[in-house]
T-cell receptor
């Protein structure tokens, strides 16, 4: 069975500082991997996804993530955080077919301070 | 174009009552998913429709939960004899549902259910 672990429940960073959110997954084959962002009262928005190929993927809003098979990780990064990035971030894994449901981690809440 | 919409946005009910939550997917999307997000948790899968039929209902927690999608578009999640533990945000997502392709799931804003 698939599973996702996000070890950090809450992270606080200063505006302009770099950010890394950790995600570890468990899946028997090459997974589909995703990062979503959820702002208060909003639905989940897809930041980026990995299927295959280049292990460094670029997403929206200046985010990127790196797939490391040896570490079963898919960490999210941003070089300079903006106050508007404060939100809940979820890592998710899907089986490598087109329509299976996603398995989400418990999320990491990001706070941004001036 | 319009995204996934869910109604109501908030629902407060009493323990033991019946509730219905509605999801309007993006037009043309054949796949529809229901997830439940409890406080402090990530979304958890409940049920997935391909067209009118439930392709996977393995996430439904018990027989008090039921979902339908009679015309392959709008879906209704039905919860009987609600319990306080059912309090959560219920998320709906839809996708193109094409086989052999990745299909991005687009999420609605959710319905916050509170059972008193």
């Amino acid at each position: 069975a698939q599973s996702v672990t996000q070890p950090d429940i809450h992270i606080t960073v200063s505006e302009g500082a770099s950010l890394e959110l950790r995600c570890n997954y468990s899946y028997g084959a090459t997974p589909y991997l995703f990062w979503y962002v959820q702002s208060p009262g909003q639905g989940l928005q897809l930041l980026l996804k990995y299927f295959s190929g280049d292990t460094l993927v670029q997403g929206i809003k200046g985010f990127e993530a790196e797939f490391k098979r040896s570490q079963s990780s898919f960490n999210l990064r941003k070089p300079s955080v903006h106050w508007s990035d404060a939100a809940e971030y979820f890592c998710a894994v899907g089986a490598n077919s087109g329509n299976t449901p996603l398995v989400f981690g418990k999320g990491t809440r990001l706070s941004v301070i001036a | 174009g319009a995204g996934v919409s869910q109604t109501p946005s908030n629902k407060v009910t009493e323990k033991g009552k019946y509730v219905e939550l509605r999801c309007d997917p993006i037009s043309g999307h054949t796949a529809l998913y229901w997830y439940r997000q409890s406080l402090g948790q990530g979304p958890e899968f409940l049920i997935y429709f391909q067209g009118t039929g439930a392709a996977d209902d393995s996430g439904l927690p018990n027989d008090r939960f039921f979902a339908v999608r009679p015309e392959g578009s709008v879906s209704t999640l039905k919860i009987q004899r609600t319990e306080r533990g059912d309090s959560a945000v219920y998320l709906c997502a839809s996708s193109w549902g094409r086989t052999g392709h990745y299909n991005e799931q687009f999420f609605g804003p959710g319905t916050r259910l509170t059972v008193l």
